[in-house]
């Protein structure tokens, strides 16, 4: 049985409509569609930690997305929308939920109610934030992935998000008790699908076949009614299009939908040893005791291990490749397509005519990156906008809307490659922290041929303690030429 506690609000309520109308003028009066502050929002409304809100406030204050559409559709500033700004009214909203922890609060009170046994499936990243909040020692912290792996008995669980028919699917199969915490608007999210399940039965029951079975006429039940912000509907349906690989990495850790977004904030970090390296904040790193930690969050004079993404590619790859074989045939099919194009164009122009004919469509990167284009180094390139601008270049005489039917397939297979490889990934540093931790060879590492004297052999040479002596940010529009370190 499932039972849903409804976090009600009217602040909140507010400051959400508030946000969608701004969104809708905006698509409304310039054909804008903000897809990154979808995904920010989602993030916010999944997340519980103070310190998580203050990393995405400065991810909303640096993201130029809105900024770059305004410019792009007439030349048009910030000023000009004046009181319909989509980005104050985000900030608002973060704000808000930082500032009255409404989701913590209920979880707390829920977990503290009686002494029955209960199971919170939660954010990986949330665990060690949680755990000494919690006085029941009958309550259990488990990540998606973790409790996809434990044999249910007689416990309740907590569930503290809902995201469309994913979520409804697993839920609604489920066997045990479970209590979902939701914001008003991810409780309508619930009640659609709950109308579309109702849909599905009454189909069925309605059928003539089944009349003539039963005599007896169905007559329908009233439709619940429904009201869904717009901007979390949109983000949710992309939730729902994501590959299997893809979907459980954004239920281990909802921010991964930072991934999507081009803007990054970009840490510089000197370590002992002379060594510099420049690492997108929301990257983990492992602590000394083997812990993963976001790297927003280090300090100067923590000691830390750097996962080697660079050394790891290939085998991640494969890994991907033979959970999802068709998947990404489509993915090498785009990859190969696009690379054809520039090879098509390096004969048509020199070197430094193609560049600056890229840069006049959008390219975004140094020349040095298109380079490595030239080379075959990369599935997709940097940037979306850098591969609207191969395309452009390539097809000159097709109008935008032909642009855009061209560039929806290869974006698609763009997203799928980075989201799963990023995925992948964050399934192989759990088998790290495991070794750290407990010396266990996870399922990933174990295919890859490690054991325990080799993995520790590997962690030595790529993977040593070092300190952190200096620590500063700044965004990925300083850093195009340092981001080639960021990417697996």
Request: proline share 2%; charged share 30%.
């Amino acid at each position: 049985m499932t039972t849903l506690e409804v976090i009600e609000d009217l602040e909140f309520e507010i400051l959400i409509k508030e946000f969608d109308e701004r969104i809708y003028y905006l698509q409304n009066q310039f054909s804008i569609e903000l897809k990154s502050f979808g995904n920010l929002l989602r993030i916010a409304l999944n997340t519980i930690q103070p310190e998580t809100f203050d990393n995405l406030l400065e991810r909303i204050n640096r993201n130029r997305e809105l900024e770059k559409a305004l410019d792009n559709a007439g030349g048009y500033t910030i000023d000009f929308i004046e009181d319909n700004n989509p980005k104050e009214a985000l900030v608002k909203i973060v704000i808000y939920l930082k500032t009255n922890l409404l989701k913590l609060k209920r979880l707390l009170e829920l977990s503290q109610s009686d002494n029955q046994k209960k199971i919170i499936v939660i954010d990986t990243n949330d665990i060690n934030y949680l755990q000494p909040k919690i006085r029941n020692n009958r309550i259990a912290l488990l990540s998606f992935v973790q409790f996809r792996k434990k044999e249910l008995k007689n416990e309740t669980l907590l569930f503290c998000s809902f995201n469309g028919d994913k979520d409804f699917d697993f839920i609604y199969n489920l066997s045990v008790n479970n209590t979902l915490i939701l914001y008003e608007q991810e409780y309508q999210l619930y009640q659609k699908q709950l109308q579309k399940r109702k849909q599905q039965i009454e189909d069925e029951v309605k059928s003539n076949d089944r009349f003539i079975i039963s005599g007896i006429q169905y007559e329908p039940l009233p439709d619940i009614l429904v009201h869904i912000s717009q901007t979390i509907d949109d983000i949710v349906n992309r939730i729902d299009d994501f590959s299997n690989n893809v979907y459980n990495g954004y239920k281990e850790e909802s921010d991964s939908l930072l991934d999507e977004i081009d803007e990054k904030i970009i840490y510089r970090i000197n370590l002992s040893g002379n060594r510099e390296v420049h690492i997108d904040s929301n990257e983990t790193v492992f602590t000394e005791k083997g812990d993963l930690i976001k790297v927003y969050k280090l300090k100067v004079g923590d000691k830390i291990r750097i996962y080697p993404k660079v050394e790891f590619a290939e085998n991640l790859y494969n890994v991907a490749v033979e959970t999802e074989p068709e998947i990404f045939g489509k993915v090498e099919e785009h990859s190969k397509f696009w690379k054809d194009i520039i090879t098509q164009l390096r004969r048509q122009y020199d070197d430094e005519n193609l560049y600056q004919k890229l840069k006049e469509h959008g390219l975004r990167v140094l020349s040095a990156t298109v380079d490595s284009y030239f080379r075959g180094n990369r599935k997709f390139p940097m940037f979306n906008n850098d591969l609207r601008a191969i395309i452009k270049l390539r097809f000159t005489t097709k109008a935008e809307t032909e642009i855009d039917e061209i560039l929806k397939p290869l974006l698609k297979s763009k997203t799928t490659y980075n989201s799963t490889m990023i995925s992948l990934g964050r399934g192989l540093k759990q088998e790290l922290r495991l070794f750290l931790k407990e010396g266990q060879i996870g399922e990933i590492l174990e295919k890859r041929k490690f054991n325990a004297i080799t993995l520790s052999k590997f962690i030595e040479d790529f993977m040593p303690l070092l300190v952190i002596t200096e620590k500063e940010a700044y965004d990925s529009e300083e850093a195009i030429n340092q981001i080639e370190n960021l990417e697996l």
